[in-house]
């Protein structure tokens, strides 16, 4: 049983949504001609997902394991190459997957079947039209300070609306953005909660996230002027997860553009300008979005 001590939950006047200042990026380099696996990197394990990265890009956290097993690794950047994965001193009781880091990588959020309370039991789920008993998720953070992590402490229940909340992305800003079944149609939808003046408000669907036809795992820039996530939306084939970006205009979200790719749970690279991925073969793959995002910049919605 895990004490209180270990299991803080935030209260929601703090509402974890601290402005962030912007900071500069590395670069990095991907595949011109489409997307590909990337090789001599820590996440090369089957079911390795979600790389995500402290601006200077010089420690990535990534999920590794399968079900209930999965856990969050971390490795480091030194001496021109990567360290070998360990796993997160926060991660190893629970269900831990899906990281995102802020943008100025003071902290990150991750999903995890942790209970609500202590001493309660690993949530239960709901996903893909069915319940997910054990592998349910709510969206918790976790303090980054000088190579240090802190104690997790999940998000308000304002944010977390239910055990299925599931692919957190993070704006400099603090917004929130995520995944949660439409309460008619139970199918998974995009919200975000805004942080405004220090806090969390009411999450709120993406106009182009209609609840008809699934979205998931968005990946948002810092200043939120386009999104990525994957969808079974048109024309994507049967069965299979097509990846889409959307860009902020002065009138809200425009219309999802095909990235003509498939594969799930993306993460952005601190470039900005390439595209981390799952794929059917269950191994990242890298996408260069230069191209893809040439077009004038676009206002915040």
């Known amino acids: 049983m895990t004490s209180a001590r270990l299991m803080p939950t935030l209260p929601l006047a703090l509402a974890l949504c601290a402005i962030i200042p912007a900071r500069p990026v590395h670069a990095t380099t991907a595949s011109p001609s489409g997307a590909v696996v990337a090789a001599n990197v820590p996440w090369e394990a089957v079911g390795d997902a979600d790389p995500t990265f402290t601006p200077d ?63 309660g039991k690993p949530l239960d789920g709901y996903w893909g039209g069915k319940s997910r008993p054990g592998r349910g998720g709510n969206l918790w953070r976790v303090s ?21 909340t599931y692919s957190p992305a993070v704006a400099a800003d603090g917004s929130v953005y995520f995944t949660h079944p439409d309460p008619q149609t139970r199918h998974t939808r995009l919200y975000v909660s805004r942080c405004i003046d220090g806090r969390f408000r009411p999450p709120q669907p993406l106009s182009f996230s209609d609840g008809v036809t699934a979205d998931y795992d968005p990946a948002v820039a ?58 059917s073969d269950k191994h990242i793959h890298t996408l260069s979005l230069a191209a893809r995002l040439a077009r004038p910049a676009a206002a915040k919605p």
Do not use: C
Request: proline share 10%; glycine share 10%; aromatic share 12%.
């Open 57 to 119: 890009r010089h420690t990535v956290v990534f999920a590794r394991g399968g079900g209930s097993t999965r856990r969050l690794y971390v490795a480091h950047w030194r001496d021109g190459a990567w360290s070998t994965a360990e796993r997160a001193p926060f991660s190893g009781a629970w269900m831990d997957f899906e990281p995102t880091m802020a943008p100025d990588g003071s902290y990150l959020i991750f999903i995890s079947n942790r209970p609500s309370a202590p001493g």
């Open 144 to 164: 980054l300070k000088n190579g240090t992590w802190g104690t997790p402490a999940r998000l308000p229940d304002l944010v977390n609306v239910s055990a299925a």
């Open 222 to 279: 810092p200043d939120q002027s386009f999104l990525v996530f994957s969808s079974e939306r048109a024309p994507t084939p049967p069965g299979s997860s097509g990846l889409f970006v959307a860009f902020a205009t002065a009138g809200g979200w425009s219309a999802p553009v095909p990235l003509d790719s498939t594969g799930i749970e993306a993460r952005l690279a601190p470039d900005l300008r390439t595209l981390y991925f799952s794929g």
